[in-house]
């Protein structure tokens, strides 16, 4: 009878372990559960320590002992003269170790571990049940944050009112610090900065990625999430990154029907490990946010032709109107009666004057129709500079090119379209002489591999009001109302140089008139052979 009432739990040992299990049952919340569970554990072999170590899931591994280890790696129970352990599981699933310790030598008992057994199912079982719920709260929270960026996909067609208000949104479910959308450009294979939040100067500069070149263009390239938790020592092709002080990233593609729309990426400005579930979230809102700008890209085109549409009648019927009236009356006068010489002259001024203006707005809309259709080839040739400005200087203003000041070294020499350069520099010859005022120069010099060609007048400068839409077509001020023109010089001369690979720019800090540059990538200049 001794014998068996040595084996039989007491029923001290069992209010101990009802004790575990009511702080088992208790708590719903895993930090609460484990810090609940502490003294009932350590009342229930009369211990001084307790520890429940949790096996990571991500990576297999268990913060502890060499002993704990042991345990888990064994799944079975260990003891020493200062302490004993058992394996928490849930069925054949490892979750954890359970271990209490005595500062004391103590020889643990067969019934000591089997109390601490018992006591482990219970614990395991809270463990998982805890987890599960944790696991749905998230889950849950996920759906609202996703639900957020799904309402944002659908509140706006606005290209521009769509992205910031994703890229807020997106940096507030991810807890970053930055957040930027790279839109591919399927002409050139480049992903273009459009907007961002926290790197503004990436959007304002419109930086350019190729398409399978450092972070986001691997992205798009493999069509894969990204994650980089060193920003200082990895492959990060553009610098603003570093510039701003960012250390981890994490970027996912934007995706419409299996077709790259673009990129999206979220940064931090301080070292951030981004988990599987941080990859995934993003991912689910890419594929919401992807919709809802693939939607509002659509409507922007449809209100960028629709407005073309509308201009091109309006010039039609008063651009093209005025020229072909006034030719057409000089024609019948002068083929319908005797004229006085001086009338016969003027009448023959008048008809190549809107004779030279009709050719040249039927000129400027075949350009733009060209250019919407993106038909423009480029096709550089070896160019002199310098001799190719005054070609098209006399050739635009022939009266007045002894007036336009021209800095261009005369061995200056680059591969360049001659075609697309006398489209931008003939158009900010023209408007430099009709709306600025004289002085106006032209200069040229090739700087970091790019040729920088500047336009500049010592006019009244760009009215403020204008400067938002200043390569917007048709876009003319109110004191240029009463010109001729049509507005869609800037607006061409600037498709022909981005088709070429550069850039016509505004310098608004020029306050002596207006300021053009028109900038294009043509690599080291060579010298002359002339």
Same mark, same amino acid.
């Given at each position: ?5 040595? @084996? ?138 996703? *639900? ?31 957040? $930027? ?54 492959? !990060? ?22 077709? !790259? ?23 689910? $809102? ?9 939607? #509002?890209?659509? @409507? ?100 007045? #090119? ?81 010109? *001729? ?31 053009? *540059? ?13």
């Amino acid at each position: 009878m001794a014998s068996s009432d040595q @084996h039989r739990v007491t029923v001290e040992s069992l209010r101990r372990l009802l004790a575990v299990a009511d702080a088992a049952l208790a708590h719903l919340d895993l930090d609460e559960l484990l810090a609940g569970l502490d003294a009932p554990i350590r009342d229930l072999l009369e211990a001084d320590s307790c520890a429940i170590l949790l096996l990571e899931k991500a990576t297999s591994e268990l913060a502890g002992n060499r002993f704990a280890g042991r345990i888990a790696a064994e799944r079975r129970p260990m003891k020493t003269e200062y302490a004993v352990g058992v394996p928490l599981l849930v069925g054949d699933e490892l979750v954890g170790v359970l271990e209490v310790g005595v500062s004391v030598q103590r020889d643990f008992t067969p019934e000591d571990v089997e109390l601490l057994e018992l006591a482990a199912e219970r614990v395991a079982l809270a463990i998982d049940r805890s987890r599960a719920l944790e696991a749905e709260r998230r889950t849950a929270e996920g759906l609202l944050k996703l *639900q957020t960026i799904s309402d944002a996909a659908l509140a706006h067609l606005s290209l521009d009112e769509l992205l910031a208000e994703l890229l807020e949104r997106m940096r507030t479910i991810l807890a970053a610090d930055t957040c $930027a959308v790279l839109l591919l450009d399927p002409e050139t294979s480049e992903l273009v900065a459009r907007a961002a939040r926290g790197i503004e100067d990436e959007a304002e500069h419109r930086v350019r990625i190729p398409v399978g070149k450092g972070f986001a263009g691997r992205i798009a390239a493999e069509r894969r999430p990204v994650v980089i938790d060193d920003v200082d020592h990895a492959d !990060v092709l553009n610098p603003i990154l570093r510039e701003r002080g960012i250390k981890s990233l994490l970027g996912v593609p934007l995706l419409v029907r299996g077709e !790259v729309l673009g990129v999206i990426h979220v940064g931090t400005l301080t070292p951030r490990r981004f988990g599987p579930g941080d990859v995934e979230l993003l991912e689910r $809102a890419a594929e919401r946010a992807a919709t809802g700008l693939e939607r #509002a890209l659509v @409507h922007e085109e449809l209100m960028r032709l629709d407005r073309v549409r509308h201009a091109l009648v309006s010039i039609a019927s008063h651009e093209l109107r005025t020229p072909t009236a006034a030719v057409l009356g000089a024609a019948l006068t002068l083929g319908g009666r005797e004229l006085a010489p001086e009338q016969e002259s003027e009448l023959k001024r008048l008809l190549v004057e809107q004779a030279q203006r009709l050719a040249d707005l039927i000129e400027q809309l075949l350009d733009l129709s060209r250019l919407e259709a993106r038909a423009v080839q480029i096709r550089p040739v070896r160019v002199e500079v310098r001799d190719r400005i005054e070609e098209i200087v006399a050739a635009v203003a022939p009266t007045l #090119a002894d007036r336009i000041d021209i800095e261009a070294e005369p061995d200056l020499v680059i591969e360049a379209d001659p075609v697309a350069l006398e489209r931008v520099v003939s158009n900010l010859v023209v408007n430099a002489l009709r709306h600025g005022a004289p002085p106006v120069s032209i200069s040229a010099e090739v700087h970091d591999r790019h040729l920088r060609l500047t336009v500049e007048d010592r006019g009244g400068g760009v009215p403020d009001d204008v400067r938002p839409r200043l390569f917007e077509q048709f876009s003319r001020s109110a004191e240029a109302a009463g010109t *001729q023109g049509t507005g869609l010089g800037l607006a061409i001369a600037k498709s022909y140089a981005q088709a070429h690979g550069g850039d016509l720019v505004f310098d608004s800090g020029y306050d002596a008139g207006a300021r053009f *540059q028109l900038v294009l990538p043509v690599g080291k200049p060579r010298a002359s052979s002339n």
